[in-house]
């Protein structure tokens, strides 16, 4: 506990780095599309080796850059795990401040990022360099590994550095935003997965002035449309050792939209789900269109499957030839790990919070690193799941600061 206590200590006394890594890992832009995350792993690299750590810098395809390095030796332990692409700034008049600035605002880093997640990053780096100073009383190796690409699906970072890489341990902790405003920090262990496909549509082009005698690809679609339009599904047997993470879940979930009960919000976590994202049809305004898609998002929950997801589907869409584009599983970490108890003692000690481990309606890396990695894996990091993707983006100081503690203080105990 006296490590403990002075690892606390070490991490405190590193706020300054922290900010400045958080500060220069926002300026290093790193806009996912296009993807290019070279300026951001140079960020992380640099701090990296001024810790006296060895790097591998992975980068199959140019600009998409993956940096990975380890801190002990012996056998693989735990991964500290971030992404370091961001979505893009959007409208950039719609922000109050600099969206590249990583200021220090009223206590907060701001800017595209903070959240999502170069300020879970940062503290990783943190924790990293604070555990420098006790490498010899670490048992195992503890593994970091930053990713790129995990806004647009993992294809050239975390995806891909597994299936092409040796990336190695028994339990993986990422980064991402976990706090929530009533509930603390909550542990995120399970996740629904995804379908996401293509209707396509055909008809025969003919003269806009003469549309009888053409067939209308976009009716077509539109038929098919109507009987997709209820965005909730039918609902799963949960697994039994799921059932917990699903009930803290709905728990979140309706708390955070209480005010729009009525829509039921929750049945998202026990539900298949169904949101039609996407219509191209036609070329123009006096021409029968002769083809029309609609891109639609399953959603599958943990219980569910892709066997089923498909033939809701094609119970509903029997016009229109499917095409698939992106499967992903849903996936869990059982609430009884090892993991789970120790993450959530250490968080409870730093932060004074019930911290439950929860599963989301969102779909991350998580589902392919545990299918992979066949390992304990879980999300838990600084900042607040819905300010991600938003204009003004900002993390506290203090959110940021103690997750880097608890980082630190979960992978001595782990490690050990």
């Known amino acids: 506990m006296k490590n403990l206590a002075r690892l606390s200590d070490e991490v405190e006394s590193l706020r300054g780095d922290l900010l400045n890594i958080a500060s220069h890992l926002i300026k290093a832009k790193s806009e996912n599309p296009p993807g290019d995350t070279s300026k951001a792993a140079t960020v992380a690299e640099d701090h990296l080796k001024a810790t ?19 801190i002990g030796s012996g056998d693989y332990g735990l991964i500290l795990c971030g992404h370091i692409d961001t979505v893009p700034i959007g409208d950039v008049n719609r922000w109050s401040f600099d969206p590249f600035s990583g200021q220090v605002v009223e206590g907060r880093v701001v800017g595209r990022g903070a959240v999502d997640m170069k300020g879970g990053v940062a503290s990783i780096l943190t924790a990293v360099r604070a555990l420098v100073k006790y490498e010899k009383r670490l048992n195992e190796r503890i593994t970091i590994a930053l990713f790129c690409d995990e806004e647009t699906g993992g294809r050239y970072g975390a995806r891909w550095v597994v299936e092409n890489q040796s990336i190695k341990g028994k339990a993986m902790i990422i980064g991402e935003a976990s706090n929530h405003y009533r509930f603390g920090h909550t542990i995120v262990a399970g996740e629904k997965g995804l379908l996401w496909l293509k209707l396509k549509f055909n008809g025969i082009p003919y003269h806009g002035s003469r549309p009888m005698l053409g067939d209308n690809a976009i009716m077509h679609a539109a038929k098919a449309l109507s009987k997709l339009k209820n965005p909730i599904l039918s609902k799963v047997k949960t697994p039994y050792e799921a059932i917990n993470l699903v009930r803290w879940g709905k728990k979140v979930i309706m708390e955070e939209y209480k005010d729009k009960k009525s829509l039921k919000p929750h049945y998202a976590m026990d ?54 584009i992106n499967y992903a599983p849903p996936s869990f970490t059982p609430s009884g790990s090892d993991l789970i108890k120790i993450l959530r003692r ?5 932060f004074k919070e019930k911290t439950p481990a929860v599963c989301i309606a969102a779909t991350t890396d998580a589902h392919y690193l545990r299918s992979a990695l066949n390992i304990p894996i879980v999300s838990y990091g600084p ?17 940021i600061l103690g997750c880097a503690k608890v980082y630190a203080h979960t992978s001595m105990i782990i490690s050990s």
């Not at 395809?61 to 390095?69: D, F, P, Q």
């Not at 809701?312 to 029997?318: C, Q, R």
């Not at 900042?383 to 900002?394: N, Q, V």
């Open 346 to 350: 250490v968080s409870r000690s730093i």
């Open 52 to 70: 006296g750590l060895s790097t591998r810098r992975i980068e199959f395809v140019k600009g998409h850059v993956n940096i990975i390095s380890s």
């Open 271 to 324: 539900h298949y789900t169904l949101n039609t994202g996407v219509i191209k049809g036609g070329v123009k305004a006096n021409i029968v269109p002769d083809s029309c898609e609609v891109e639609l998002d399953l959603r599958i929950p943990i219980g569910g499957s892709r066997a089923e997801a498909e033939k809701i589907i094609k119970g509903l869409a029997e016009e229109g030839k499917i095409e698939y």
């Open 383 to 399: 900042g607040y799941e819905e300010a991600c993707h938003t204009y003004d983006e900002s993390v506290d100081i203090v959110d």
